[in-house]
């Protein structure tokens, strides 16, 4: 069963580091693009970025560039999701996603279940 | 930024009841739009990829169409388990983006 498990939910301070998870099970994690989704409390969806578990390339939204940091580890199959330093307006659910691609179309076809992050003083 | 524009942003119909969600691009994406259904505390799920090709496993009553920077998905006979918010996204350009979504629900 193909599958992206992700990291439980998380509670942080202003200026706390943090980084989530996205496990692959079922497929070969280098074989497809990762891709991170936030979705602020009751708002729509918006991309964070996606990256190559293979060789870490990777692209950010200009809206997350510089504040957020893309990586995969092989050898577990796991992405990763990580802040320096969070602030009040991270607070939101984040979900990874698997790209696939249809010709020169680029879709998200597996999810994670998300992982809320939570940050208050 | 390529804006992707969705309407309505919420409707209630009936049960049976054919639904039409139109999703408008800023600028041509030829037919790099794809579809999502996220029922309430759940993931988001593919529906619809490049426009029109059924997403594997998902209901035939479910549909997409293009008519140049228009684009459509249709529910032919809405069922109880369509309740929840649709959104497309355009992959032709980065950043990716996504419409704002529109909700279902049943009357």
């Known amino acids: 069963d193909v599958q992206l498990v992700q990291s439980g939910p998380e509670v942080k301070k202003p200026g706390e580091s943090l980084r989530i998870s996205c496990q692959v099970f079922?497929?070969?994690?280098?074989?497809?693009?990762i891709t991170w989704v936030r979705q602020m409390p009751g708002k729509g969806l918006e991309w964070v970025g996606s990256?190559?578990?293979?060789?870490?390339?990777?692209n950010y939204s200009p809206s997350f560039q510089g504040h957020v940091t893309m990586s995969a580890d092989k050898s577990i199959s796991t992405a990763y999701l990580q802040w320096s330093s969070l602030k009040a307006s991270d607070t939101a659910m984040y979900y990874c996603a698997r790209r696939t691609s249809s010709g020169w179309n680029d879709a998200f076809d597996i999810w994670g279940q998300g992982t809320m992050v939570s940050v208050s003083s | 930024d390529i804006q992707m524009t969705q309407s309505p942003s919420s409707l209630s119909t009936s049960v049976g009841d054919s639904v039409t969600i139109t999703c408008r691009a800023s600028q041509s994406i030829i037919t790099y739009l794809n579809w999502y259904q996220q029922k309430p505390g759940k993931a988001p799920k593919l529906l619809i990829y490049a426009a029109s090709s059924l997403q594997s496993g998902v209901p035939s009553r479910f549909g997409g169409s293009a008519s140049g920077t228009d684009f459509t998905l249709t529910i032919s006979t809405l069922q109880p388990e369509d309740v929840a918010t649709y959104y497309c996204?355009?992959?032709?350009?980065?950043?990716?983006?996504f419409g704002g979504g529109s909700k279902v629900e049943i009357k």
């Open positions: 079922g497929y070969r994690f280098s074989s497809f693009w």
């Open positions: 996204q355009q992959s032709y350009r980065t950043p990716v983006t």
């Open positions: 990256a190559d578990p293979d060789d870490s390339y990777s």
